[in-house]
């Protein structure tokens, strides 16, 4: 059975920092794609990063761009988010997902990041 | 950016009536790269359909996807009680990826 577990969120101040982490289980971690969406409350969905199997193409929705860093650990099946400088506007609750040709097939349960003024 | 719109917003519609949510892109989808997602409260979303029309595993079939190029439609035969939730189109052609706004269809 395919599980991400998403742990890391938390209470941080305007211009903070956070890492996510997720760990990832029953399936190939080193073979796909993987990817953080995010949800803030009571809004939809926004793509935020993903990353390729080797860890070597990367890429950010524009307001994560210098803020953000996505990147993985195929020998741990972890998937991480640095996350720097945050803003008011990132609170949201953060999904780790995989990534099969664009379309994110597993979810996480989230983990919910907020960001106070 | 590619900006999905959906419609309607919000769906009333009672059990074992058929529901048809739309989708509609700013600019052509590439490849028809075309996603459908479920979320009901406190869940996670759900792969429905990808590639326009390819139902997910384990997806019933009284769901189905269909269109091309900027319009898009799920349709949801015969509700069943726990099809209630929100909606999503999502087009993962170019990047950014982006999401329409969603459709809550609600018991009626």
């Known amino acids: 059975e395919v599980q991400l577990v998403e742990s890391g969120g938390g209470l941080v101040q305007s211009g903070g920092s956070l890492r996510l982490s997720c760990a990832a289980s029953g399936f190939s971690f080193s073979t796909y794609w993987v990817a953080w969406v995010r949800q803030a409350p009571g809004k939809g969905l926004e793509w935020v990063a993903n990353?390729?199997?080797?860890?070597?193409?990367?890429y950010y929705v524009d307001s994560a761009k210098g803020r953000f860093t996505i990147y993985r650990d195929n020998a741990k099946s972890s998937l991480y988010l640095q996350m720097n400088s945050l803003r008011v506007e990132d609170t949201a609750l953060y999904y780790c997902?995989?990534?099969?040709?664009?379309?994110?097939?597993?979810w996480g349960q989230g983990t919910l990041v907020t960001v106070s003024s | 950016e590619i900006v999905l719109t959906q419609s309607p917003g919000t769906l009333s519609l009672s059990p074992g009536e058929g529901a048809t949510l739309s989708c509609r892109a700013s600019?052509?989808?590439?490849?028809?790269?075309l996603a459908w997602y479920q979320q009901k409260p406190g869940q996670a979303p759900r792969l429905l359909i990808h590639d326009t029309s390819n139902r997910a595993t384990g997806i019933p079939d009284r769901f189905s996807g269909s269109g091309s190029r900027t319009d898009f439609t799920l349709t949801i035969n015969r509700l069943e009680p726990e099809d209630f939730a929100v909606y999503y189109c999502q087009q993962y052609g170019s990047l950014p990826r982006t999401f329409g706004q969603g459709t809550k269809v609600e018991i009626k």
């Open positions: 990353i390729g199997q080797d860890g070597n193409e990367l």
């Open positions: 600019q052509s989808v590439s490849g028809n790269h």
């Open positions: 997902v995989t990534d099969q040709r664009g379309a994110f097939d597993y």
